[in-house]
């Protein structure tokens, strides 16, 4: 592949779509070859970008949602290698997978790596339903926090995940009874009720609250973190712990790393977020993480 032919693909109905941030990226990126800015409207546009990007390198200008659309199509088309290293602008509120890569959240710097930096292979998470996910997939409070922080994120920005998983922790009833396995080993066995089930491939949440302290996105490893905050006192806890790691020093966290991790619900049922698409209920589900499955170019 040329390393100076350049295909910037941007949704052009999201938030991250903002005119300066795009020019000014993609004027970084002409001072190191040539750009086309394609700018798309739907998945089947997003999806014929990538699969005809033609050997140029595919840069996506947007936050881990516009990543998580890119990589689920890629993985749909059994083409996350053959695509070629990614470059990723990060343009979003959270931008939280670009925080454990440590991409620069400027426009122009992250332009800048992507024209200059190295690639590196990414694991994905993917679920018995072959739903990826490329940061963080929740149960419990997690998804009932990102419908809250959607309200408040227009306010607070990269305050709204630890604001609303407040919020929602104290309207979360009691809790979820969820058997937690990670590698064949019980981790939580649901015989009390949980808040929290986090699986993360990268570090941080919601803008940067570190519900993986240490994770790294390179290892092949899920981190799990199950949390029994069940209390109302206990939730507030959790949330305030949330926002600078300090969280899994509790006594009613339990942290776990592994390759397959299964969430059972018994008789019940729960949703899952995954990197902010929140889905219907279900009552089980198995994650399986899959090594060195594509690239990104990092500094």
């Given at each position: 592949m040329s390393g100076n032919q350049y295909l910037a693909v941007v949704n052009a109905g999201a938030g991250s779509a903002r005119t300066g941030a795009v020019d000014a990226a993609v004027q970084e990126l002409r001072r190191h070859g040539d750009v086309e800015l394609r700018r798309t409207s739907s998945l089947d546009d997003l999806r014929a970008a990538l699969l005809g990007a033609g050997g140029r390198r595919v840069v996506l200008l947007g936050g881990d949602g516009s990543l998580h659309a890119a990589l689920q199509l890629l993985w749909n088309a059994g083409a996350t290698r053959s695509v070629g290293p990614l470059g990723i602008v990060p343009l979003g509120t959270g931008n939280d997978l670009a925080r454990s890569l440590r991409l620069p959240l400027d426009p122009v710097a992250a332009a800048r790596v992507v024209a200059q930096g190295s690639p590196k292979g990414l694991e994905?998470?993917?679920?018995?339903?072959?739903?990826?996910?490329?940061?963080?997939?929740?149960?419990?409070?997690?998804?009932?926090?990102?419908?809250?922080?959607?309200?408040?994120?227009?306010?607070?920005?990269?305050?709204?995940?630890?604001?609303?998983?407040?919020?929602?922790?104290?309207?979360?009833?009691?809790?979820?009874?969820?058997?937690?396995?990670?590698?064949?080993?019980?981790?939580?066995?649901?015989?009390?009720?949980?808040?929290?089930?986090?699986?993360?491939?990268?570090?941080?949440?919601?803008?940067?609250?570190?519900?993986?302290?240490?994770?790294?996105?390179?290892?092949?490893?899920?981190?799990?973190?199950?949390?029994?905050?069940?209390?109302?006192?206990?939730?507030?806890?959790?949330?305030?712990?949330?926002?600078?790691?300090?969280?899994?020093?509790?006594?009613?966290?339990?942290?776990?790393?592994?390759?397959?991790?299964?969430?059972?619900?018994?008789?019940?049922?729960?949703?899952?977020?995954?990197?902010?698409?929140?889905?219907?209920?279900?009552?089980?589900?198995?994650?399986?993480?899959?090594?060195?499955?594509?690239?990104?170019?990092?500094?």
């Amino acid at each position: 592949m040329s390393g100076n032919q350049y295909l910037a693909v941007v949704n052009a109905g999201a938030g991250s779509a903002r005119t300066g941030a795009v020019d000014a990226a993609v004027q970084e990126l002409r001072r190191h070859g040539d750009v086309e800015l394609r700018r798309t409207s739907s998945l089947d546009d997003l999806r014929a970008a990538l699969l005809g990007a033609g050997g140029r390198r595919v840069v996506l200008l947007g936050g881990d949602g516009s990543l998580h659309a890119a990589l689920q199509l890629l993985w749909n088309a059994g083409a996350t290698r053959s695509v070629g290293p990614l470059g990723i602008v990060p343009l979003g509120t959270g931008n939280d997978l670009a925080r454990s890569l440590r991409l620069p959240l400027d426009p122009v710097a992250a332009a800048r790596v992507v024209a200059q930096g190295s690639p590196k292979g990414l694991e994905l998470l993917v679920d018995s339903h072959d739903r990826i996910t490329v940061n963080t997939v929740h149960a419990g409070i997690g998804a009932s926090a990102t419908a809250k922080a959607q309200r408040l994120k227009r306010f607070l920005r990269a305050g709204a995940y630890p604001v609303g998983a407040a919020w929602a922790g104290v309207s979360a009833g009691k809790g979820f009874r969820l058997r937690v396995d990670v590698d064949g080993t019980t981790v939580s066995p649901g015989e009390r009720p949980v808040l929290m089930v986090g699986i993360g491939i990268g570090g941080t949440i919601g803008g940067g609250a570190p519900l993986v302290p240490g994770a790294d996105p390179h290892d092949g490893l899920a981190d799990v973190v199950v949390s029994e905050s069940t209390g109302p006192l206990a939730r507030l806890g959790f949330a305030a712990g949330l926002r600078s790691g300090v969280h899994v020093e509790r006594q009613d966290v339990v942290t776990a790393t592994g390759k397959v991790v299964e969430i059972d619900a018994g008789s019940g049922t729960f949703r899952l977020n995954s990197d902010g698409e929140v889905t219907d209920h279900q009552s089980y589900e198995r994650f399986e993480m899959h090594t060195d499955v594509y690239e990104v170019v990092c500094p």
